[in-house]
């Protein structure tokens, strides 16, 4: 498995707003989307933010509310979730009508992390880590060798190291502080009224 590139520092992608402090250590969604290009030649194409970031008004609600809830159902403090674990827990896909439109939210959360609302880890995967961590716990990809027509297969063993390779980068780009999920979050600092 190749190494993700190194994660963009909270400090470079995003921000901890003022007076924000911690209350221990967050549950995570990891999500997949376009890839934009913050530095020149730098591909983030997978984002980490604390599963707060879903309560933010500007993500679609109730929608965003319904998947956080679901997301920290019976998880560890500290576990990052993508959006194809849920799937998995949701029949396969056949009740996310009944929890809400997680396209939509990630749809809206791509520019809350690139406009800064809240803190994120970005990270460049390579096309095989992505697939890995969007096809779910227990899927399998297939890679084919053109020129040797060689098939070579990755499942749960190689998923579960590219989530150990992520959760090294988010502990080093949490050193100074944890992700935060926006500034405007009922019961958060800063929060309106």
């Avoid at 020149?40 to 309560?55: D, G």
């Avoid at 970005?122 to 053109?146: F, H, K, M, Q, Y």
């Avoid at 297969?153 to 989530?163: H, I, N």
């Amino acid at each position: 498995m190749n190494e993700p590139s190194k994660p963009m520092l909270p400090a470079e992608h995003g921000r901890v707003p003022d007076g924000y402090q911690s209350a221990g250590v967050s549950l995570y969604l990891l999500f997949a989307h376009e890839p934009y290009y913050p530095l020149p030649a730098r591909e983030i194409n997978t984002c980490v933010v604390a599963a707060a970031c879903l309560l933010h008004p500007r993500i679609t609600q109730p929608d965003g509310m319904r998947i956080h809830r679901r997301l920290v159902r019976g998880r560890r403090p500290g576990e990052i979730v993508p959006p194809a674990t849920l799937t998995q827990e949701l029949g396969g896909g056949a009740r996310w009508c009944d929890v809400g439109d997680w396209e939509a939210v990630v749809a809206g959360l791509v520019p809350l992390v690139r406009n800064q609302g809240c803190d994120a880890l970005g990270l460049g995967l390579a096309p095989i880590e992505r697939a890995l961590l969007c096809s779910g716990p227990d899927g399998t990809v297939r890679v084919v060798d053109p020129a040797t027509q060689e098939c070579t297969s990755y499942g749960p063993p190689e998923r579960e190291a590219v989530l150990n390779q992520v959760r090294h980068h988010l502990a080093w780009a949490e050193a100074g502080g944890s992700l935060g999920p926006g500034g405007h979050l009922p019961g958060s600092p800063g929060a309106r009224p």
